[in-house]
């Protein structure tokens, strides 16, 4: 079928066609299979063992398909458009090399129950286990990683396992599942034929909650004086950011997200307290002290909200709502579990839900709030780095979708960026992925080709994956790429200056490339600040251009990131940092 | 206090790669496996494992739930919470002279243990039963020498009519 017969032809048309039952290759079915579940964007890279699938894709006019550089940039890509769109991420990778180069990208997927079907082709069957040219164990390494995974050994299996695949990564907790497809497999012809459903016995998520524990944890908002909820990427995820809404203004609860949670509560209701933990406010850490219910909904409680387990929350009562029953007690004691999806949870509490008694608490929080906001010394001979997110964030109103690479940027769009929109915080929390922040921006482009994609990074991470302006380049996909470039790896410089006692080790990046110069070698315009007034010109530009746009902020190299608690501190005991 | 002995049933598709999906989730979550055991179930196409481990309450629950999240994974008893019968079957290879050989297979009759194969200097015994028989026999034995010792785990099942599925 040949792409103009496909413009003329419904999706109905489209599909029936593409269901006929042909007797068609392994790499067609795939293909096909792929079509069938909506995929509308394939981020790979060829090689040996996936020459039959690109030979298919060749004449297979349908498919949408764009070539990296590195098979890093491909599964990040992959992982942006998953967690912009909340559809499934389709990554493609050959065998060896170009299947352990997506690990990382797995692992970073599958810690933040990111939605991904990864295939890579693999030696023919009668070669596994030979040790042969570029074979390696893909489904032993990435066990671990995901969410499950298959070896594909006989064709006739194949678009049951592409179903199951896609059934799984998509329902209950989300994660990455991939697919490896030998290279006979690839290429062996049956009749095609596609299930409609699939019916995995091991696999039953619990969607729906029990409510005699939603009924347990309305009553204990009723009797609760210092209640806070903790909402995370669970909520973002389940798009339950309506419910969440109506759940916070019927229980009047305050509210702080977590790093992955951001976005999915707007910040600038009166209620939210900004982000938690580490690097959190002021306001949100006490909040999580003093509470005396604390209701976690689709957040697991990580090390970097709890900061000291033991210290954490200590006169609260727990309830936990999230879809992973293992999440359940993981952590944290928790006197109410809720599990479930956190739309349908939400759902069923706002039909009962009455407010907190939580008058005299939300005032003290407010105060809070004013009398120790997030701040920085801002200067006006140096451009600060929070000064750079700052006015990002006012310029685009907080509407862009902003991806982040992993260091101190991050956390300075996650205390400065004001988030409006769900889905608008990409950023890999879970594995800390340096080298995540521009090249999942280019799957958040093409999933959203009509918004604004800023990804922000530090000038370590950039050197990552810059290899990836050339697709924005090449495929003109408009992302904003912003260096926050202190010529240092600024977090660890801010770890050795705070806790190893000024012993710089190794962070040193000067001698990095000139950034503008390496933006204008791959044919992306490159534009730098070095003070406040040239940020806001470069800025300006930036926003007016039409196309890829690197910005490189040369910022002061000394700055700390503030709120701190250190390892091994309770998550009250902060380090406040700068003033005014 | 060192954490109780727990023995957990579970039901698995039995599909290439299953035992080092179960395997692989108690090493990288810090589960101690003591013993293993894996067969064909009742059913066609299912396996079931028996699994020794050691923790507390919490510790077992988490190794349930996570249990749970593998794909493969139908079904997870917590045999040790219910009435179980749980069996090991062990091969001794015994140094057995012919002066010491009728105190051995003394022991053997008292712990209606098997003897299986006889050279002149050894016998092979078969004992069969739970761990601390086996246990207890093998501290019997071991002044006459044990020359090689191989212990199958335990395979452990729910008495009564309730079934582990």
Same mark, same amino acid.
């Given at each position: 079928?040949?792409?103009?017969?496909?413009?003329?032809?419904?999706?109905?048309?489209?599909?029936?066609?593409?269901?006929?039952?042909?007797?068609?290759?392994?790499?067609?079915?795939?293909?096909?299979?792929?079509?069938?579940?909506?995929?509308?964007?394939?981020?790979?890279?060829?090689?040996?063992?996936?020459?039959?699938?690109?030979?298919?894709?060749?004449?297979?006019?349908?498919?949408?398909?764009?070539?990296?550089?590195?098979?890093?940039?491909?599964?990040?890509?992959?992982?942006?458009?998953?967690?912009?769109?909340?559809?499934?991420?389709?990554?493609?990778?050959?065998?060896?090399?170009?299947?352990?180069?997506?690990?990382?990208?797995?692992?970073?997927?599958?810690?933040?129950?990111?939605?991904?079907?990864?295939?890579?082709?693999?030696?023919?069957?009668?070669?596994?286990?030979?040790?042969?040219?570029?074979?390696?164990?893909?489904?032993?390494?990435?066990?671990?990683?995901?969410?499950?995974?298959?070896?594909?050994?006989? /064709?006739?299996?194949?678009?049951?396992?592409?179903?199951?695949?896609?059934?799984?990564?998509?329902?209950?907790?989300?994660?990455?599942?991939?697919?490896?497809?030998?290279?006979?497999?690839?290429?062996?012809?049956?009749?095609?034929?596609?299930?409609?459903?699939?019916?995995?016995?091991?696999? *039953?998520?619990?969607?729906?909650?029990?409510?005699? *524990?939603?009924?347990?944890?309305?009553?204990?908002?009723?009797?609760?004086?210092?209640?806070?909820?903790?909402?995370?990427?669970?909520?973002?995820?389940?798009?339950?950011?309506?419910?969440?809404?109506?759940?916070?203004?019927?229980?009047?609860?305050?509210?702080?997200?977590?790093?992955?949670?951001?976005?999915?509560?707007?910040?600038?209701?009166?209620?939210?307290?900004?982000?938690?933990?580490?690097?959190?406010?002021?306001?949100?850490?006490?909040?999580?002290?003093?509470?005396?219910?604390?209701?976690?909904?689709?957040?697991?409680?990580?090390?970097?909200?709890?900061?000291?387990?033991?210290?954490?929350?200590?006169?609260?009562?727990?309830?936990?709502?999230?879809?992973?029953?293992?999440?359940?007690?993981?952590?944290?004691?928790?006197?109410?579990?809720?599990?479930?999806?956190?739309?349908?949870?939400?759902? *069923?509490?706002?039909?009962?839900?009455?407010?907190?008694?939580?008058?005299?608490?939300?005032?003290?929080?407010?105060?809070?709030?004013? %009398?120790?906001?997030?701040?920085?010394?801002?200067?006006?001979?140096?451009?600060?780095?929070?000064?750079?997110?700052?006015?990002?964030?006012?310029?685009?109103?907080?509407?862009?979708?902003?991806?982040?690479?992993?260091?101190?940027?991050?956390?300075?769009?996650?205390?400065?960026?004001?988030?409006?929109?769900?889905?608008?915080?990409?950023?890999?929390?879970?594995?800390?992925?340096?080298?995540?922040?521009?090249?999942?921006?280019?799957?958040?482009?093409?999933?959203?080709?009509?918004?604004?994609?800023?990804?922000?990074?530090?000038?370590?991470?950039?050197?990552?994956?810059?290899?990836?302006?050339?697709?924005?380049?090449?495929?003109?996909?408009?992302?904003? !790429?912003?260096? !926050?470039?202190?010529?240092?790896?600024?977090?660890?410089?801010?770890?050795?200056?705070?806790?190893?006692?000024?012993?710089?080790?190794?962070?040193?990046?000067?001698?990095?490339?000139?950034?503008?110069?390496?933006? %204008?070698?791959?044919?992306?315009?490159?534009?730098?600040?070095?003070?406040?007034?040239?940020?806001?010109?470069?800025?300006?530009?930036?926003?007016?251009?039409?196309?890829?746009?690197?910005?490189?902020?040369?910022?002061?190299?000394?700055?700390?990131?503030?709120?701190?608690?250190?390892?091994?501190?309770?998550?009250? %005991?902060?380090?406040?940092?700068?003033?005014? | 206090?060192?954490?109780?002995?727990?023995?957990?049933? /579970?039901?698995?598709?039995?599909?290439?790669?299953?035992?080092?999906?179960?395997?692989?989730?108690?090493?990288?979550?810090?589960?101690?496996?003591?013993?293993?055991?894996?067969?064909?179930?009742?059913?066609?196409?299912?396996?079931?494992?028996?699994?020794?481990?050691?923790?507390?309450?919490?510790?077992?629950?988490?190794? *349930?739930?996570?249990?749970?999240?593998?794909?493969?994974?139908?079904?997870?008893?917590?045999?040790?919470?219910?009435?179980?019968?749980?069996?090991?079957?062990?091969?001794?290879?015994?140094?057995?002279?012919?002066?010491?050989?009728?105190?051995?297979?003394?022991?053997?009759?008292?712990?209606?243990?098997?003897?299986?194969?006889?050279?002149?200097?050894?016998?092979?015994?078969?004992?069969?039963?739970?761990?601390?028989?086996?246990?207890?026999?093998?501290?019997?034995?071991?002044?006459?020498?044990?020359?090689?010792?191989?212990?199958?785990?335990?395979?452990?099942?729910?008495?009564?009519?309730?079934?582990?599925?």
């Amino acid at each position: 079928m040949s792409i103009q017969e496909r413009a003329v032809m419904s999706k109905e048309e489209i599909r029936s066609k593409l269901l006929q039952p042909d007797v068609i290759s392994g790499s067609e079915i795939l293909l096909r299979s792929l079509l069938l579940e909506g995929t509308e964007c394939i981020f790979g890279y060829p090689g040996g063992a996936v020459l039959n699938i690109y030979d298919a894709m060749y004449s297979f006019a349908n498919i949408r398909h764009i070539l990296t550089r590195h098979e890093q940039g491909a599964i990040h890509a992959a992982d942006g458009y998953a967690r912009s769109t909340g559809k499934v991420g389709v990554c493609l990778a050959t065998s060896g090399p170009g299947a352990t180069n997506v690990v990382t990208g797995i692992a970073t997927a599958y810690m933040d129950s990111v939605p991904l079907v990864v295939i890579t082709g693999n030696v023919a069957t009668s070669f596994i286990g030979t040790d042969a040219f570029q074979e390696a164990d893909i489904t032993g390494i990435t066990m671990p990683i995901t969410k499950h995974n298959y070896l594909v050994r006989n /064709v006739e299996d194949l678009p049951r396992v592409i179903k199951e695949a896609f059934m799984i990564a998509s329902t209950g907790r989300k994660g990455p599942v991939l697919i490896d497809i030998p290279k006979d497999v690839s290429a062996h012809k049956i009749a095609f034929h596609y299930p409609d459903s699939v019916h995995v016995r091991g696999y *039953q998520p619990t969607v729906k909650p029990n409510n005699l *524990q939603v009924q347990k944890m309305i009553q204990a908002i009723k009797e609760a004086e210092r209640p806070v909820i903790l909402s995370g990427g669970g909520v973002v995820y389940a798009d339950a950011q309506n419910e969440l809404m109506e759940f916070v203004e019927k229980t009047q609860i305050p509210i702080t997200t977590t790093l992955l949670g951001l976005s999915g509560f707007p910040s600038s209701h009166p209620l939210w307290m900004g982000m938690p933990g580490m690097h959190g406010t002021y306001s949100a850490n006490m909040a999580l002290q003093n509470c005396d219910l604390l209701i976690g909904i689709g957040a697991r409680f990580d090390d970097r909200v709890t900061m000291k387990l033991s210290g954490f929350a200590p006169k609260a009562k727990i309830v936990h709502i999230d879809v992973d029953p293992a999440e359940i007690g993981k952590n944290v004691k928790t006197a109410i579990p809720c599990v479930g999806d956190v739309k349908m949870v939400l759902k *069923q509490a706002n039909e009962t839900a009455q407010p907190a008694k939580s008058k005299a608490w939300i005032e003290e929080i407010a105060r809070n709030k004013q %009398e120790f906001p997030l701040r920085f010394k801002d200067s006006d001979d140096e451009l600060k780095p929070q000064y750079v997110i700052d006015m990002i964030s006012e310029t685009t109103k907080g509407d862009a979708i902003v991806t982040t690479d992993v260091g101190q940027h991050q956390m300075w769009v996650a205390q400065f960026y004001k988030f409006t929109k769900p889905r608008s915080m990409i950023t890999s929390g879970g594995l800390g992925t340096m080298g995540f922040g521009f090249p999942s921006a280019i799957g958040v482009q093409v999933a959203h080709p009509d918004r604004l994609v800023i990804s922000v990074n530090g000038d370590g991470g950039m050197q990552m994956c810059s290899q990836e302006l050339a697709i924005c380049a090449i495929h003109n996909i408009p992302v904003k !790429i912003v260096v !926050i470039n202190n010529q240092v790896l600024g977090m660890v410089r801010q770890w050795q200056e705070i806790i190893y006692d000024n012993r710089y080790s190794f962070i040193d990046l000067a001698g990095s490339p000139d950034f503008v110069k390496l933006a %204008e070698a791959y044919g992306v315009k490159g534009l730098r600040a070095t003070n406040k007034e040239e940020a806001q010109k470069v800025w300006k530009e930036a926003l007016e251009f039409n196309g890829p746009v690197l910005i490189d902020f040369q910022v002061r190299k000394d700055e700390n990131v503030f709120p701190m608690v250190t390892a091994g501190s309770a998550i009250h %005991e902060m380090i406040l940092g700068d003033d005014e | 206090m060192t954490n109780p002995k727990q023995t957990i049933s /579970v039901l698995v598709n039995n599909q290439p790669g299953v035992l080092q999906r179960v395997a692989g989730l108690f090493g990288r979550r810090g589960y101690n496996i003591e013993s293993i055991t894996v067969g064909e179930s009742e059913e066609h196409g299912l396996s079931r494992m028996v699994i020794e481990t050691t923790g507390d309450h919490n510790t077992l629950e988490q190794i *349930q739930k996570q249990l749970y999240k593998l794909i493969d994974v139908i079904k997870v008893i917590d045999l040790g919470s219910q009435a179980m019968v749980g069996r090991e079957l062990a091969l001794i290879k015994v140094n057995a002279e012919p002066t010491t050989r009728p105190e051995i297979i003394g022991i053997v009759e008292t712990f209606r243990a098997a003897i299986v194969d006889i050279s002149p200097t050894t016998l092979i015994v078969q004992v069969v039963g739970d761990s601390d028989k086996i246990d207890a026999m093998v501290e019997l034995f071991r002044p006459y020498g044990i020359r090689e010792l191989t212990r199958t785990g335990v395979t452990a099942m729910v008495r009564g009519m309730s079934v582990g599925k």
